[in-house]
């Protein structure tokens, strides 16, 4: 079992900064994929970012790349998501997750652990 804490939301407006944290503990690997998804009011978990290897392969969005990036720092198995020059269309909850298998995937439902979400709201 993986147990994964995500923090770091806010308000923040536009063209500000932000940056989530995913802490993870129990059985935790480097080879284990770690995901960032979102999801907005009335809509479905959209996938945002991912990482995995020890941080040697990530995957982003369309919608997000050139602005987030994802990073982990092993020693204190944690997983970032920097977020730069957000956008009102980047509000929703962000909810980190890690899957078992070792392939990195945009698929929320192929995910096994996730954590409790952290509200994340840019005003225009």
Excluded: H
């Excluded at 770091?8 to 944290?21: P, T």
């Excluded at 050139?66 to 944690?78: E, I, Q």
């Amino acid at each position: 079992q993986v147990q994964l804490v995500d923090s770091g939301g806010g308000l923040v407006q536009a063209g500000d900064s932000l940056r989530l944290s995913c802490t993870a503990s129990g059985r935790t690997s480097t080879t284990s994929p770690t995901g960032w998804f979102r999801q907005a009011p009335g809509k479905d978990r959209d996938f945002v970012a991912a990482i995995r290897l020890g941080g040697q392969i990530t995957n982003y969005a369309d919608s997000v790349k050139g602005r987030f990036t994802v990073s982990r720092d092993n020693a204190k198995n944690t997983v970032y998501l920097q977020m730069n020059s957000p956008n009102p269309e980047d509000t929703g909850i962000y909810y980190c997750a890690s899957k078992t298998k070792t392939v990195i995937s945009r698929s929320a439902v192929v995910y096994d652990f996730w954590g409790k979400g952290t509200q994340v709201t840019v005003s225009s």
